[in-house]
Structure formats: structure tokens, C-alpha cells
């Protein structure tokens, strides 16, 4: 089976820019949630997402939104990106309790 | 404050020493504790769940251990493959029927040869 699929594996983009990740969970799982994780630091809860809708949101600025589409995959957007945006970004799918990580996506802003 | 405390931030041990990593949380319910391991650039990969206090798991070389204020991982004869950084997250109860994870700063593992 598949694991959890995030796209791209890394993104160079501009201060003011934005950006679009994407996420694909393993079949069968429903929720999908977005960590940030900053360098030397575990990884920070962004959003929750469970049958397409919004269940929880971690202390992140406006700049950031998300949504589940139909097929349970996933996009998060940051808008306006700053300096300190650059970061891991991860998805996870979950069933049961088990949270099952992406390899994450890198975002460097220059 | 920090809701969960990893300790120590880095760890070295020769091949065969045995060490324990430590994870102390604060939160008022506890629904679960998640151990997960992290390569360099690479996603947590899931180790193990502990959802009350005495519950014990192990796999291969690792043992993790809950009591109402912290967990340990114990690690048995380490190889190098070990080489890891080891993240503990707590899970809390809450009534709006959702939770999320709340890591650590995890602990840094070297094993040398």
C-alpha cells in the first residue's frame, strides 16, 4: 500500500510570494492534519481536516488555509510568505488513532 | 509552558550501551502518548502508543514505558542503525471531538560503531 504522498519534496520561493502543497492519504483514511515543523524544533499543528471539513486549527496566522477535497487528498496554502515560513512541512493521514506521516515537503524562502 | 519536555536534547552512545530517552507532559487528560522516530529530512515514522499509566510496548531493540507524568524509551543494545532524532507527542482529551498531536523538541540520538 501507499503510504502517505506529499508534493513537491522541495520549493525555493520569494518573501511575498505564495504556495501551494499538496497531500494524499493513504487509501481508506478520511483525516488529514498539517504540521509545520521548523529546524531543531518537533513539529507544530497547522489544521485538521476530517470528511472535507475543518476541525481544528493550530495558533497560525490568516496566511494560512487548507482544504479536503472529495477524494480526501489535500492542499495547504500560505500566502504572503515571510522568511520564517521556511520549514518541513508535513501531512499526516490518521485511522483509528494512528497518525501516519508524508516524507514532507521543504520550503525554503528567499 | 511547555506541554511536553524531551530529555536530553541530544544523546551519544557507543554500539551495545543501553540509555533511556525521556519524555515529561502536562496535560490535564491524556488520551494517548505517540513515540515516533525521525530521519535526517524524512517524515516521524511511527514507533509506538501508550494510553495509561503502567502500559508497556516494545519492538526489537526499543521499550517505551507511560506513567502519569512521563514516558521513557528505552533502548537495549544500540546499533548505529538507531541513529535518530526521537520525538514524543501527547494527544489530550477534549470535548469538541477532535485532537491533535503536541510534540516535543525530541531527542537526537547517535549510536557509534
Redesign the interface.
Known sequence: DAG?TQSPTHLIKTRGQHVTLRCSPISGHKSV?W?QQVL??????IF?Y?EKEE??R?NFPDRFSARQFPNYSSELNVNALLLGDSA?Y?C?SSLD????????T?LTVV | EDQVTQSPEALRLQEGESSSLNCSYTVSGLRGLFWYRQDPGKGPEFLFTLYSAGEEKEKERLKATLTKKESFLHITAPKPEDSATYLCAVQERTGSGYSTLTFGKGTMLLVSP
Open positions: 502517505v492534519s504540521y531543531g524544533q518537533g513539529p507544530q499543528f485538521q476530517y476541525r481544528g493550530g518541513l508535513l499526516a488513532n494512528r497518525y501516519t506521516f508524508g516524507s514532507g521543504r
